[in-house]
């Protein structure tokens, strides 16, 4: 067992889902809890504690109440915000989550300095800017979670179309975490055969439509919030690409800084994760029309941004 400390805050449905898988994979010696409900907390923290006692794991999980006791964390995870309800973009979560953001993450960065702090709340891009901002951190520090997620449930759509290849699908989506997301068919592939080898031209566009409506649809029938196990799902995989410096790739929300040709904006492309967070951007080449949907979807952040930078950091 390592002796790494992962933090959590927001222990809502993706917070406390992401703490139970964590803990039952045996993945870090602590997880530290922290959210504004104080019952909630500490409910999670035993009840995720016994689940990783039952699968012998480990893992001891804490709730801590008071801002000093959420401290020395190699990852914080923040999750805290509130969740989409049907007839909502994530857009409308904008300035109550920067509210949020901006107080959680003064915190976390005060008693958890060397953290590598990964960004679930929504709307994912604007979140990560704003933690950037409020932070003067790095880029390679404070990394969005939506691409797993979103190339996750492309590749379940593949599968429900071809009916066959679970574990050899490999979908890739890149750009915001919103409407405008970039699913890329050319770069997803079944066991290595690009997906124009299997599926025909509607069913991949269909595909396409089905994935960027992939978090509503579940909105829509959940109606109470939004979905949590496969955020949770991705978030693990990320935090365990750092804990154990794994220099794996994966799509994540990061800064821009002159690649893709765009500068000081978040969106989502494939990085390298290891024990410094992002330690490599990879670029793509786009073709034409991928180039100018990512550059739709780039413009949809930076309304956000400009809003926060209007009403929100003036
Ligand atoms: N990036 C992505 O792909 C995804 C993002 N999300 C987003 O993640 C966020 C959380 O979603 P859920 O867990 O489903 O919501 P939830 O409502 O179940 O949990 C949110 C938690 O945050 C807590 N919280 C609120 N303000 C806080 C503060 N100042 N300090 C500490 N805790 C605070 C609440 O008490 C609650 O327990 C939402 O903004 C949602 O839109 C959800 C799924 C996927
Ligand atoms: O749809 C939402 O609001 C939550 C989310 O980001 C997702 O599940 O993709």
């Known amino acids: 067992m390592n002796n790494k400390k992962v933090g959590i805050i927001g222990v809502g449905n993706v917070g406390s889902t992401l703490a139970f898988t964590l803990a039952s994979k045996n993945k870090c010696s602590q997880i530290l809890l922290k959210d504004i409900r104080e019952n909630i907390v500490q409910a999670m923290a035993l009840d995720i504690s016994q689940s990783a006692n039952a699968a012998k794991s480990n893992t001891i999980v804490k709730a801590c109440i008071k801002d000093e006791e959420f401290k020395d964390c190699d990852v914080v995870v923040i999750t805290a915000g509130i969740a ?68 996750a449930r492309m590749s379940h759509f593949i599968l429900e179309k071809l009916g066959y290849d679970a574990g050899q699908i490999e979908a890739s989506v890149m750009g915001g975490h919103g409407d405008d997301m970039v699913p890329l068919p050319n770069f997803s592939t079944v066991a290595g055969v690009p997906l124009s080898e299997v ?51 994966y799509p994540c929300a990061v800064r821009l800084e002159g690649e893709y ?40 952040v930076k309304e956000l941004v400009d809003t926060l930078e209007n009403k929100f950091f003036k």
């Open 84 to 151: 989409r309800r049907p007839g909502m973009s994530r857009d409308d979560l904008l300035l109550t989550n920067a509210k949020i953001m901006t107080q959680v993450i003064q915190s976390a960065i005060t008693f958890n300095p060397n953290a590598i702090i990964i960004v679930v709340s929504n709307p994912l891009d604007a979140m990560v800017y704003t933690a950037l901002k409020a932070a003067n951190y790095p880029r390679n520090k404070i990394i969005g979670m939506a691409g797993i997620l979103d190339s």
């Open 199 to 249: 599926l025909e031209t509607d069913d991949i566009n269909d595909i396409v439509e089905k994935t960027k409506n992939g978090g509503a649809q579940i909105v829509k029938l959940l109606e109470t919030g939004s979905a949590y196990y496969a955020p949770a799902y991705a978030t693990s995989l990320m935090v365990e690409a750092i804990l154990e410096d794994k220099k794996e790739v």
């Open 261 to 300: 040709g765009y500068e000081d904006i978040v969106s989502g492309v494939p990085v390298m994760l290891g024990k410094d967070g992002v330690e490599k951007v990879i670029e793509l080449h786009l073709n034409d029309s991928q180039k100018e949907e990512f550059s739709k979807s780039i413009a949809s």
